[in-house]
């Protein structure tokens, strides 16, 4: 039952979801006009998106997705979690066009500009979630749900190893060890080491975070 601290509490919780949005909606829109300032096909050209000058659309792959972006008020065909769509925004603004280096040269989030300040916290969450969401899932199904998100198995490090697409050029490798009578399930995110040419720590935080939550909802679908 309901007590009358639980009835104080709901209404900050509720205004908190509110303040939430309502950055989030400030967040899109500020990005939204900054990218109208630029022409499609040159943010085409330096993220590796398509643009379709015909149809006015961006069209790009992410996890498996096929996403249209219609110009000019960039809206994304597809519904994404509130996250994905502003990284993926965010993708298309900070892209400056520098080539990526090979899939093999990987760096952590430590290794980016505010890393040691961000960068640790942020692993210290995927972490996380890979001990309590994968603990009862098999190196087969880990792999199964990496390709089902059109991602590519590699040798790696770990039981399983799958570089996963988030953008054009911005590949995600995920390094996974299944759970066993001692060890809780153990996964690290590592992106290309040209990464920060295309998004920021605080947003490379994000898309690692959407790129394991990804992969467990897939594995759950499998």
């Known amino acids: 039952m309901w007590n009358r601290k639980d009835q104080l509490l709901q209404p900050s919780l509720e205004q908190k979801k509110e303040q939430q949005n309502r950055q989030m909606d400030l967040m899109l829109s500020s990005v939204i006009e900054r990218l109208q300032k630029h022409s499609p096909s040159e ?11 015909e149809k006015q659309i961006l069209t790009m792959d992410s996890l ?20 994905h769509h502003l990284t993926v925004l965010q993708y298309l603004e900070t892209a400056d066009g520098t080539p990526m280096a090979p899939l093999e ?15 640790v916290g942020f692993n210290k969450d995927i ?38 697409w988030y953008a054009p050029r911005y590949p995600v490798t995920v ?11 153990q996964g690290k995110t590592l992106l290309n080491r040209e990464s920060e040419h295309y998004l920021t720590i605080e947003a490379a935080g994000g898309v690692c975070s959407t790129v394991v939550q990804a992969i467990r909802d897939a594995c759950r679908s499998i």
């Open 43 to 53: 943010i085409a050209e330096k993220s590796g998106v398509v643009y379709d000058e």
């Open 64 to 83: 498996g997705m096929q996403l249209i972006i219609s110009l000019p008020d960039y809206t994304i065909n597809q519904e994404l979690e509130m996250w």
């Open 105 to 119: 040269q990987v760096i952590s989030l430590t290794d980016l500009s505010g890393g040691l300040a961000r960068g």
């Open 127 to 164: 972490e996380t979630m890979f001990a309590q969401w994968f603990s009862d899932v098999s190196p087969e199904q880990f792999a199964s749900a990496c390709e089902k998100l059109g991602g590519t198995l590699v040798k790696g490090r770990g039981d399983v190893s799958a570089v996963l």
């Open 175 to 185: 390094n996974f060890w299944c759970a066993d009578d001692e060890f809780k399930a």
